[in-house]
DNA sequence: GCCAGTTTCGCAAGCGCTTGCAGTAGACGT
DNA sequence: ACGTCTACTGCAAGCGCTTGCGAAACTGGC
């Protein structure tokens, strides 16, 4: 039904090899010959078939994009960033999403992304090395999003420096007993080991440069969810000396934490402070000082380094700085505030 | 690099033909040959390429999926849902964002999907009767989740009765002032028609049958953000006499709502009840009372119609049933518990 | 042990596009 | 006016798989 190459060269009385480079500004067609292909191909509503054009030449102008969870809004913020700058370069989005650690083992099993992309977007995930080599053994350029290989492009969060900066922003509102809620796998999550980590040893050290000791019993790890932060969120306050602020490793769980304290009738920051990170779709709803990394930015840049691999360019390694979002879920602990009033 | 079906037919000694036969399950093949074939693809680590054999059939094994905007919680959990059932039907899943109008008419104005797919799910986005040519034109069966088109699947949220379900609930609570937050359409999306208009018309049928009066001042509609719906319920909150409970027509304006009257000190449910709908995955953090549409199971439905329609089967139309969850939002206006205190 | 009827296979012609190489036609110099 | 270059354009051989059709092998029945 569709016209083929044939028929637009019939109608532009040249032979097919020209249509094809005609069409794609392939240099040794005189600019006339151009016009009157592409007229004809306009005239014919002429579209190419990938498939043909795809098995001649051995690339499919795809790239895969793989999550562990779409419905996140973390992943999805990714993708559609990075989606934007593909489509816009003439790129297709092939969604891959792997949400269980079966549908993970298989996908990495076999040449799944063979003849189907030519490079793979990975987020998140943490690649075993012979995961990666199973993506570069299909010829795929691969780039990395919150983890970084030898060998393949990748763009990070500087997330030590982001717990330590939201760890020094409680620090400076004169708190000193301040929980760190953080993110465990859950069971049949295909994450495989977890970049926030280094939040948690950024708030580790920001409390050691203040002199403060740590202490186990404020560190949480738990699911990310809002549930799972409400519920960690109850533990810290049945401590014998509860802490006075919470840093979460991300805006969920700060959520959750939030909707405890105020559940039991604490306020939030009156008595109680919480810092989350993301700066989540909806932080401003809640009014949650958050650490802000760029989620789209990931996206783009991880977007542009493919392009980049593609034509050739080496394997790039981008790092953002995460930065603080002050909003209303912060204040110096009550103690301070009654001593500031008393002046 | 990867071996192909000669290779194998080579090394099971039996021609191309019989392996292509042999590995597609293709009667007229003995047990013997086709598992000797099996064995020798397994050994060289064969994958069919696809661009070849959609060359050769005609058709990709892909799903292309539409939406207005992925990094919505609404998109993200269809896709999701819908991906699920498409992989694992052996699907490639297509992703195609179409965040503006230029995005849209570009993507209508051309087979762009020629070659690329079998199949569309249209999600959301109100489709013309020619855009809906145009892609049939192209060859693609087409689903659509939220609206309804002749000569296409569909599936539907029954949003005027979800509507009215929301406002009776607070109707037999007891209040009489209730508003209603809706969407419009801002100003650079494509989505091109308001489906969720029928959750408006829900509402004042419920008041219409309660014997309460029609308030144009107690309608707003304003555009499907948090931010956008803090400020409409500031709006109401100026009014003469303002209204006591809201049923907002997406979570995310509920949230903002909430937020608002949070903020200027009133309690929810305590002085203003709010109901949402959608059933937002953060509706539970924030403690929402809403409307769940199965979100999930919209976009499973819309796969599995699309699967039908791929293999011959005539085009469906569903219709989900919203059901209302009650969370803490919503409560008897003051009013009559004060008098039912003093009972 | 021979023939008709089944199975089981292989041949070869595409599917629609790309591209190395060869051929043709102007352009230009002398 | 003729040879030489350069600039265009066409030929044809794939790319890897599918599939209609005919050939070969095998099954029984007699």
Chains 1, 2 share one sequence.
Not at 104 to 114: M, N, V
Not at 124 to 134: F, R
Not at 295 to 323: C, F, H, K, M, T
């Amino acid at each position: 039904m569709p016209p083929t190459v044939e028929q637009v060269a019939e109608r532009a009385k040249v032979s097919v090899s020209t249509v094809s480079r005609a069409l794609r500004d392939i240099p040794g067609i005189s600019a006339a010959t151009r016009k009157r292909v592409q007229e004809a191909a306009e005239e014919l509503g002429y579209a190419i078939s990938p498939s043909a054009s795809r098995l001649a030449t051995g690339r499919t102008r795809t790239v895969a994009v793989v999550v562990p969870l779409l419905a996140k809004w973390f992943f999805a913020e990714v993708i559609a960033a990075a989606g934007r700058v593909l489509s816009q370069a003439g790129y297709d989005v092939l969604l891959v999403e792997l949400s269980t650690p079966e549908l993970r083992e298989a996908f990495f099993a076999g040449p799944r992304l063979h003849g189907r992309s030519d490079a793979v977007l990975v987020v998140a995930l943490q690649l075993a090395p012979d995961e990666l080599a199973a993506l570069q053994g299909q010829g795929q350029a691969v780039a990395l999003v919150g983890s970084e290989r030898e060998g393949a492009s990748s763009v990070r969060v500087e997330d030590r420096a982001g717990g330590r900066a939201a760890t020094r922003h409680l620090l400076n509102l004169g708190h000193e007993r301040i929980a760190f809620l953080g993110i465990r796998e859950a069971e049949g999550s295909p994450l495989g080991g977890v970049p926030p980590a280094e939040r948690l040893q950024g708030y580790r050290e920001a409390l050691v440069e203040a002199g403060l000791p740590e202490e186990p019993a404020l560190e949480a790890a738990v699911e990310n969810t809002v549930d799972a932060g409400a519920a960690a969120m109850s533990a810290f306050l049945t401590a014998a000396e509860p802490p006075t602020a919470v840093v979460a490793a991300s805006d969920e769980l700060a959520f959750g934490a939030v909707a405890t304290l105020r559940g039991v009738g604490l306020s939030v920051p009156g008595d109680f402070s919480v810092v989350g990170y993301d700066n989540h779709e909806l932080a401003g709803a809640v009014s949650l000082t958050t650490m802000d990394h760029g989620v789209a930015e990931q996206g783009r840049r991880a977007a542009e380094a493919i392009l980049g691999a593609l034509s050739g360019a080496p394997a790039s390694s981008g790092r953002i700085e995460p930065r603080l979002v002050v909003r209303g879920t912060t204040a110096p602990p009550r103690r301070l505030r009654r001593a500031a009033q008393t002046n």
